[in-house]
């Protein structure tokens, strides 16, 4: 029997202390993710480089959201940052093996942990184990075309709880609003509440008004994306004014550039809200900025995980021939 349509890739994936096909992976059906969407998860992308590595970028950010996230809702995390890590190499290896992977391909580690399996009662039960889930998936980034002529969003009220800075894999709401943007022929849906920007289903939203860049502040309200701490950098270092601050719908739709952002997207430019142009409905300045800083910083990373790498061979050698 297989659990997966015909059409779906199977890849290699960890599920609780084994590496097996994705086809053959089963979690019982009262694990609490499943019976109460209890668990969360983290999404970090593996660029590839020269000479068949990957980097992870920014994965410092991404482990420290995961340890975030785990702790809001009180499960233990299961490995240290070393222990993810290795575990993220491991199944990134397998796949590099089993040929689902190629070197010359960028990668995006998926990893979900929920509260594991029990009894179905709603209160937290003692002593159970975490269920842990690792998938390594090719990634695949916006097309040049997407970056040249910009993304049309829509925008829908903001209706989901209020702990949207847990990354829970509770994402009915996120899922309702990815739908209602598929649904009008739309990337995205840009979420408001009480007439305030929010962030996207699956992404965090930046609006550009005479050169400054402005976005929601970290809170409850949104998920603080890797790239947010990201983008903020990259603003200083392009000499770009950045204000976190609550954005009016008048603002949003007066906006002479919106981006969004996230690990899939890197960063994007919505040319059309609603049907109406955004700014002269064309990509701007603020993004083209933004884009080339980003690339830069995965170069600048990719570097700095080679150096360190050399490091450790490096002395190896020395501790070999001394
Ligand atoms: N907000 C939401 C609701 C998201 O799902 C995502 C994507 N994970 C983001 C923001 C952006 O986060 P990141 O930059 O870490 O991908």
Redesign the pocket.
């Known amino acids: 029997m297989t659990a997966l349509p015909d059409v779906l890739p199977d890849p290699i994936v960890y599920l609780n202390g084994e590496l097996v096909p994705l086809s053959e992976a089963r979690v019982p059906v009262l694990d609490r993710g499943f019976i109460f969407g209890d668990g969360i998860y983290e ?1 970090a992308p593996l660029y590839a480089q020269a000479g068949g590595r990957r980097t992870a970028f920014r994965f410092r950010q ?1 482990l420290a ?1 995961l340890a975030r996230s785990v702790g809001k809702i009180g499960i233990a995390n299961p490995f240290d940052d070393a222990g993810w890590r290795a575990l993220i190499e491991r199944v990134v290896a397998a796949n590099e093996a089993d040929g689902g992977l190629r070197d010359d391909q960028d990668a995006i580690a998926y990893i979900q942990v929920t509260r594991g399996v029990a009894k179905r009662v709603h209160a937290f039960p003692a002593g159970i184990q975490p269920t842990v889930f690792v998938m390594v998936t090719p990634l695949n980034l916006p097309d040049a075309a997407q970056r040249a002529h910009g993304v049309r969003c829509v925008t829908a009220e903001d209706r989901r709880w209020l702990n ?1 800075d847990i ?1 829970s894999v509770s ?1 009915l709401g ?1 899922v309702l609003m990815a739908q209602y943007a598929a649904e009008n022929d739309a990337f995205e849906t840009i979420q408001l509440r009480d007439g305030m920007l929010t ?6 939203v930046w609006v550009v008004k005479g050169g400054v860049l402005s976005a929601p502040p970290r809170s409850h309200k ?7 701490g ?1 983008i903020e950098e990259l603003t200083a270092e392009c000499g770009i004014r950045f204000d976190a601050r609550d954005i009016t719908e008048a603002e949003l739709r007066a906006a002479d550039e919106i981006i969004v ?5 890197e960063v994007l430019p919505v040319t059309q809200l609603d049907g109406q142009p955004v700014g002269e409905g064309k990509p701007g300045e603020v993004f083209a900025a933004l884009y080339s800083a980003y690339q830069r910083a995965k170069a600048h990373e990719a570097l700095e995980a080679q150096e360190a790498q050399q490091g450790v061979e490096n002395e190896s050698r020395e501790r070999v021939t001394a």
């Open positions: 999404v991404h959201r949207c990354k994402l996120n962030e996207g289903s699956s992404s965090n949104i998920l603080e994306g890797i790239r947010y990201l952002s996230s690990a899939t997207k």
